[in-house]
Every structure is written in C-alpha cells, then in structure tokens.
C-alpha cells in the first residue's frame, strides 16, 4: 500500500515538473515571468524591478498610513474617554497598581528581550541578504512606500 502511494507521488511530480518546463518554454510565459528562476535581479529589467517596487511599495505606505490614521484616532479616543470619566468620577485609578503592573512588565520585558536577540540577529542577517540580492526592487519599494505615507 505504501509503495503505490510513493509511485503516485512521484508520478504526479514527474507530471508537475514536466508541465513547469513545458510552461518555461512557451513565449508567454518567458516575457511574463522572464526565462530564469533566479532571484528577481535576473528575471526583470531595473525599470520593471523600480516599477514593482515602487508600486507594492505606495500600496503599503498608503495602507500603512490609513491604519495608522485610524489606530491613532481609536487610541487617542479611548485614552481621552478614560481621562474624562476619571475627571468626573466614574471610575477611580489605583495608580500604585498601575505603577507595580508597570515595573513588573519591564522586568519581564527585559528579561525576555536577552533569549530573543539571537533570533532577532538571524532576522536581520536574512533581510540584510534580501536586501543586498534585490537592491533595485527594495530601493524602489522605499520610495514607493514613502510616497504613500505622504499621499
């Protein structure tokens, strides 16, 4: 039983990875998707690469501003809403609670802060390579992304 499902795997692989090549070859897809399978660099032209970057880049400045418009607003909203009741008397602040609640997130922050900077060091040898293997779309993703923040 397991060996027949191992033969239908592989046929099935065999069946995808033909129909891939067979994609590859066709016109439509070279000027789609370029004839390597590389990093971006070597499927597109600088233009094409400035022009998706820059694009996806406006998208996600302009987004990132519209709920960041928004989180300020319902943030500075409630805050301003507790300040009011507390004002006026509907509710009363146990502010040595808050003050040891405080105190007692920092040490814990700390303290988790010290076992994530290994894995954080790793994030960031990985964005650091992206970076450097698709400088061109990554350049124009920044100014895309800072045009939509000031759109």
């Given amino acids: 039983m397991a060996s027949r499902e191992k033969d239908l795997e592989e046929e099935i ?50 987004l990132c501003q519209k709920v960041g418009k928004v989180a300020a607003t319902a943030v500075g909203g409630g805050l301003l809403l507790l300040q009011i009741a507390n004002n006026t008397g509907y509710i009363q602040v146990d502010w040595k609670r808050v003050e040891k609640d405080v105190d007692k997130a920092k040490r814990q922050l700390k303290k988790n802060t010290d076992k994530a900077v290994p894995e954080l060091n790793t994030f960031v040898e990985k964005s650091t390579d992206f970076v450097k293997k698709n400088i061109v779309v990554t350049s124009g993703f920044v100014g895309g992304f800072l045009l939509g923040l000031a759109s």
Avoid: H, M
């Fill in 13 to 62: 692989y065999d069946k995808v990875v033909d129909l891939t090549e067979y994609a590859k070859r066709q016109r439509w897809w070279n000027r789609v998707f370029g004839k390597n399978s590389g990093p971006i660099a070597a499927k597109y032209s600088v233009a094409t690469q400035i022009a998706l970057g820059g694009a996806s880049g406006w998208c996600a400045g302009y």
